[in-house]
C-alpha cells in the first residue's frame, strides 16, 4: 500500500488574471511548493541535498493537463506520489483538487543532476525515506 502526500494551496489575487481565474502557469508553481513540502516531511531540503549529496533535483519533463479552473481565494488540495523510479531519477504524479473537482493532473519526471548538470545516482536515502510515497507498482 502506498500513501500519497497532501498539500494545501489558497488562491491568492495575485494568481490570478482579471477576471480571478488562476493563471496556467502558476499551478506549476503550486505542484514546486508541494513536492518541495514533500522533501521536508522526509528531512530533507534542497539546499541539503546540493550540500550533503552535491545534486540538484530538475525537472527534465512535465506533462499537464488542465481540466477545471480555479478561482480566487478556492483552497486547492495537492496530492502527490512516485510512480515510477530509475537510478538517477523518478516520476511524480501529482492531481491537483478543489473539492471533489480534479483541477490539473501532471506527472513529473524529476531528475538528479550533479553541478555540470549530468544524471547522478539518487541518494539512498531519498529512495529509503520517499517509499511511503511509491505507488504499488513500483518494483525496487
Known amino acids: 500500500m502506498h500513501e500519497n502526500f497532501y498539500h494545501n494551496v489558497k488562491v491568492y489575487y495575485e494568481d ?3 477576471g480571478g481565474v488562476v493563471y496556467y502557469a502558476n499551478y506549476l ?9 514533500a522533501l521536508s516531511t522526509i528531512g530533507l531540503s534542497n539546499i541539503q541535498i546540493k550540500e550533503k549529496f ?3 533535483i530538475i525537472v527534465k519533463s512535465c506533462n499537464i493537463e488542465y481540466k477545471k479552473s480555479a ?5 486547492l488540495k495537492i496530492r502527490s506520489f512516485v510512480k515510477s523510479v530509475t537510478k538517477t531519477s523518478f516520476f511524480m504524479n501529482q492531481i491537483i483538487t478543489n473539492g471533489d473537482s480534479v483541477i490539473v493532473e501532471a506527472q513529473v519526471h524529476l531528475v ?5 548538470s ?8 531519498i529512495f529509503d525515506n520517499f517509499k511511503p510515497y511509491f505507488c504499488d507498482t513500483i518494483k525496487l
Open 118 to 125: 549530468k544524471p547522478v545516482k539518487v541518494p539512498e536515502i
Open 29 to 37: 508553481k503550486y505542484l514546486e511548493r508541494a513536492r518541495t513540502e
Open 16 to 18: 490570478t488574471d482579471a
Open 112 to 116: 538528479f543532476v550533479n553541478a555540470k
Open 71 to 75: 478561482q480566487l481565494e478556492d483552497e
Open 54 to 56: 552535491g545534486a540538484l
